[in-house]
């Protein structure tokens, strides 16, 4: 996957998360969109940490196809 398509996936899965959010109005999610919306901010989490790792790699020399996308124990740890 390329930066592109990284960053297709991430507008994709924001599209999703922000129809979910409009859909499920001010009630709050139930419980299918509430695991829906965790699920996706976790993909994302993964997206933007595989985009980080692409151009990291590239701005050191190193090939940024072999970045690899990180399991969800793993980004959700991160500090924001």
Known sequence: ???AEV???IGALVEEEHE???SVGTGGPG???AHRL???EVALDQCWDLL???RARRET???PDEAQVRPPD???RYQQ
Do not use: F, K, S
């Open 1 to 3: 996957m390329d930066d």
């Open 7 to 9: 960053i297709r996936r």
């Open 20 to 22: 979910l959010e409009r």
């Open 31 to 33: 419980d299918d969109a």
């Open 38 to 40: 965790r699920d996706l």
């Open 52 to 54: 980080r790792q692409r």
């Open 61 to 63: 020399g190193r090939d």
């Open 74 to 76: 793993v980004v959700e």
